[in-house]
């Protein structure tokens, strides 16, 4: 069984970073899809990133330039480097790992942006 642990939320101020992190377990990271949604406060989860095993990676519009996903598969981890942050960009952050016909999701990280 895979679980996600998501880490790295906070608040900041607009204009500023913060980098999530998302540990899983098992031994099928490397050959696993993962990827960022997230969910703000009575909107439906969104795509933010995903990267492929290959390292292909591709975003949601308002997140190209100013998010980066990465994934180190030596520490069953992967990233999400956030810059330029808005306040439309608070809401809760969910890790995802997908492999074959399984998918999994961690519990999630709040994100606030607001001066």
């Known amino acids: 069984q895979v679980q996600l642990v998501e880490s790295g939320g906070g608040l900041v101020q607009p204009g500023g970073s913060l980098r999530l992190s998302c540990a899983a377990s098992g031994n099928i990271f490397s050959f696993s899809t993962l990827g960022w949604y997230r969910q703000a406060p009575g909107k439906q989860r969104e795509l933010v990133a995903t990267?492929?095993?290959?390292?292909?990676?591709n975003y949601a519009d308002s997140m190209k330039g100013r998010f980066t996903i990465s994934r180190d598969n030596a520490k069953n981890t992967v990233y999400l480097q956030m810059n330029s942050l808005k306040p439309e960009d608070t809401a809760v952050y969910y890790c995802?790992?997908?492999?074959?016909?399984?998918?999994?999701w961690g519990q999630g990280t709040q994100v606030t942006v607001s001066s």
């Open positions: 995802n790992q997908r492999y074959l016909w399984h998918e999994y």
């Open positions: 990267i492929t095993r290959e390292g292909s990676t």
